[in-house]
């Protein structure tokens, strides 16, 4: 049999999911269902499109950036930088306890992390403000900033949107885990964001829609063609499901904010680890 293509990035994913449900089960936290939407993207854009990263060297100079703005979501990012080596894996068990290593949001006092995130709106401003030096001083990294749906409620995201648009900064691109669930409701009956494709064009962005955001071929393709349009930033519309990969989980309100007891963290367990990489 061949062997699966991007396994390593399925592995990466598998791992990051499990890391998440213990972490959020020891921290008796919130915010699973978002981690869970967004681990295949974290698999495929650090293991095969992020260049110049290193843990023994993340502040060089020459380094992609990753603004991960969905900071509530953070506990991906934490997990998938534990796996590649940035802080020792067993800071995990640490995640969201008093005096732990690791906050419920993301910090940069953490290796690897850029920005601290957490109230949404805030990252697309900063990777645009990276993205317009970047641009000026003729640099030859990238700016990647992750954000939610959610996130695109916010007027300062649409701000940076028009902003990057107009001035036509290609070595910006947007990653939206569009898992279609907020805190409070489905995120079209708060504001629709749809055609959100459209949208972004008539903004002077070139966008592309992932059917399936946890389909790491399909991410891999459309990270490829990274630049979607010359002379423009890109934006990679992702539609993700909350909570994927656990079946009462999955399109699940309660996953946003509700903690997980054991009875629930050991069926989850058991479900990722039997669908497998």
Known sequence: MAELKNKNCR????????????????GQSGHIGSMLSCAEILSVLYLKFLRNISPDNADNPERDRVIFSKGHGG?????????????????????????????????????????????????????????????????KHRIFCVVSDGDCN?????????????????????IVDYNRLQALGNSEDIINLDPFDVKLRDFGWGAVVVEDGHDVDQLERALTKLPVEKGKPSAIICRTIKGKGVSFMEGNFNCHYGPVTKDLYEKAVAEIKAKGI
């Open 11 to 26: 592995e990466l994913a598998y791992k990051v999911k499990l890391n998440c449900l213990k972490m959020v089960y020891r």
């Open 154 to 174: 916010a007027g300062s995201t649409w701000e940076a949107i028009m902003l990057a648009g107009q001035h036509g900064w290609d070595n910006l691109t947007m």
């Open 75 to 139: 506990g991906a990012l934490f997990a998938t930088l534990a796996e590649l080596g940035y802080f020792p894996k067993d800071w995990l068990d640490t995640y969201y306890q008093d005096a732990g290593k690791l906050s419920g949001h993301i910090s940069h006092h953490i290796n690897g992390v850029e920005f601290s995130t957490g109230s949404l709106g805030h990252g697309m401003p900063v990777a645009a403000g990276m993205a317009l030096v970047g641009h000026r001083t003729k640099q």
